[in-house]
């Protein structure tokens, strides 16, 4: 699933390929708005909280869109379209003044807002470390209201920090030396929002060090413990472990650690 440091790249890009171009034809096909023209719109630019991307038309609008597992953004050149294996995904087409084409592919959060809503829209959604506004008092707050629940559970919910994906959280818990499953109260909470947020910025900004949470970019080697089950530790040679649920995660997502540098009284 993309993170919230992939969909900070994401906007970049798609800023630097489509913003302030005019749509001359296009529509939604997914969503409560689904069969709206975008033509006569122009892209004023792209923004993002968590995992969320908002894309500015102007006058007035913003589609809101999240791509789960599942979704991307395509941009083809004049004459192109995307693979004929792709059409029947297409959520969103805007042909643009240039020739080029902007493609929405299989994202199932679709929707066409008034500009002026899209606050409340996502103001369920924590401080993200990624925005102007980033509030790490207020994070480490949340994070602090949630000390009950398993560490990895807490930092999924994108109420408490917006953007922290699986990835993240499983390398965050390995850096913090806390066991994943330990209560999110047995942890610094300042400290762990300060590195989250220290980690999510390289991650975003650096070239080159797209989710390397090791600094190490050789194959096998830019991660800790996430998708490394059965391989030695880095830091300490003991065999990482995995299971296959995180507690109260409807999406049931894996959760590596190492035994020895994650205790489990940590």
Not at 162 to 171: D, K, M, P, Q, R
Not at 198 to 216: F, I, K, N, W
Not at 223 to 236: E, I
Request: hydrophobic share 45%; with cysteine.
């Amino acid at each position: 699933m993309p993170e919230g440091d992939s969909v900070y790249r994401l906007a970049d890009r798609l800023r630097r390929q489509v913003a302030h171009r005019r749509i001359v034809a296009g529509e939604l096909r997914s969503g409560t708005a689904a069969g709206t023209s975008l033509a006569g719109l122009a892209i004023g630019g792209f923004d993002t909280h968590g995992k969320h991307l908002v894309t500015t038309l102007d006058p007035g609008w913003a589609l809101h869109t999240h791509l789960l597992m599942q979704g991307s953004w395509s941009v083809t050149r004049a004459g192109r379209s995307v693979p004929a294996r792709l059409r029947s995904a297409v959520r969103v087409r805007a042909s643009l003044d240039d020739g080029s084409t902007l493609w929405g592919i299989d994202m199932p959060v679709v929707e066409m807002l008034r500009a002026s809503s899209v606050r409340a829209a996502l103001a369920h959604l924590g401080p993200d470390p990624l925005r102007p506004d980033w509030d790490a008092a207020e994070a480490a707050r949340r994070l602090r209201s949630a000390a009950d629940r398993p560490l990895v559970a807490a930092l999924l919910d994108q109420r408490i920090i917006a953007g922290l994906g699986n990835l993240w959280v499983n390398e965050l818990a390995f850096l913090s030396g806390a066991h994943p499953f330990a209560p999110a109260g047995a942890v610094d909470a300042d400290a762990l929002v300060d590195r989250a947020a220290r980690a999510l910025r390289l991650s975003a900004t650096v070239a080159g060090m797209y989710q390397v949470t090791t600094g190490d970019r050789r194959p096998g080697r830019s991660h800790w413990v996430a998708g490394r089950a059965g391989k030695p530790c880095l830091r300490c040679g003991t065999m990482i472990r995995v299971r296959a649920e995180v507690a109260d995660d409807p999406q049931r997502r894996r959760t590596w650690w190492c035994p020895f540098c994650q205790p489990s009284g940590s």
